[in-house]
């Protein structure tokens, strides 16, 4: 099966500070990425919606100015968490879409955010 | 819109028993997918079935079986003889024409030896 990776795995960071996710397709191309963010005990809620070389569809209720994603290419897509306070401190996973299949999503391991 | 119900918030069993996750969705497109995932203490998602609209029959791989029933609306997960390997969060998740993923709640199961 297609392979997605993140990183980092983990990260801790200051409240105030900024912290990037790199989501990365392996060994397709991925015209569609998603992000979505799952608090402890919760289920995935998707954040928003990425195609390659165009900005993101953010889904209702998350500041887009305050989570950047970037999807600059068919592999690669990251997602900048602003200004981060404690509340931000979630689990973000992202996946990715092929091209055939759109129905298909392929997800990374995930990256565990800690703001102190 | 869709919707994903996983009512069973979660469920534990004693390893060997057989157990049934339930799934109830949600939707107005004919054409859709139904899926389960199986997340365990990692993080990390482990994708286990995709069906789509289409198709009704009923999936059987390994211990792991999906009864899809489009008249109640249901993609309920059975696992037999549970092993204290399978307990992880199990989620149901439906996509309609279309990419965008809607998880149900997600079922805890334990299996205790």
């Known amino acids: 099966g297609a392979v997605v990776s993140q990183h980092p795995s983990r990260v801790i960071c200051k409240s105030g500070t900024s912290v990037k996710i790199e989501c990365r397709s392996l060994d397709f191309q991925a015209t569609t990425m998603f992000w979505y963010r799952q608090f402890p005990k919760q289920s995935l809620m998707l954040m928003a919606t990425s195609n390659e070389g165009s900005k993101a569809t953010y889904e209702q209720g998350v500041e887009k100015d305050k989570f950047l994603i970037n999807h600059a290419s068919l592999t690669l897509s990251t997602l900048t968490v602003t200004s981060a306070h404690p509340e931000d401190s979630s689990f973000y996973i992202c996946s990715a879409g092929g091209r055939l299949a759109s129905y298909e999503q392929y997800f990374g391991p995930g990256t565990r955010l800690t703001v102190t | 819109a869709q919707k994903v119900t996983q009512a069973q918030t979660e469920i534990s069993v004693v390893e060997k028993e057989d157990v049934t996750l339930d799934c109830v969705y949600e939707?107005?497109?004919?054409?859709?997918?139904l899926f389960w995932y199986k997340q365990p203490p990692s993080g990390e998602l482990v994708f286990l079935i995709r069906?789509?609209?289409?198709?009704?029959q009923n999936e059987i791989s390994g211990r792991y079986s999906w009864n899809f029933q489009k008249s109640t609306s249901s993609f309920n997960f059975t696992i037999t003889a549970s092993q204290v390997v399978d307990s992880a969060v199990y989620f149901c998740?439906?996509?309609?024409?279309?990419?965008?993923?809607?998880f149900g709640a997600g079922t805890i199961l334990r299996v205790k030896s």
């Open positions: 998740a439906l996509s309609e024409y279309g990419n965008k993923l809607v």
């Open positions: 069906r789509n609209s289409f198709d009704e």
């Open positions: 939707t107005r497109d004919t054409t859709y997918y």
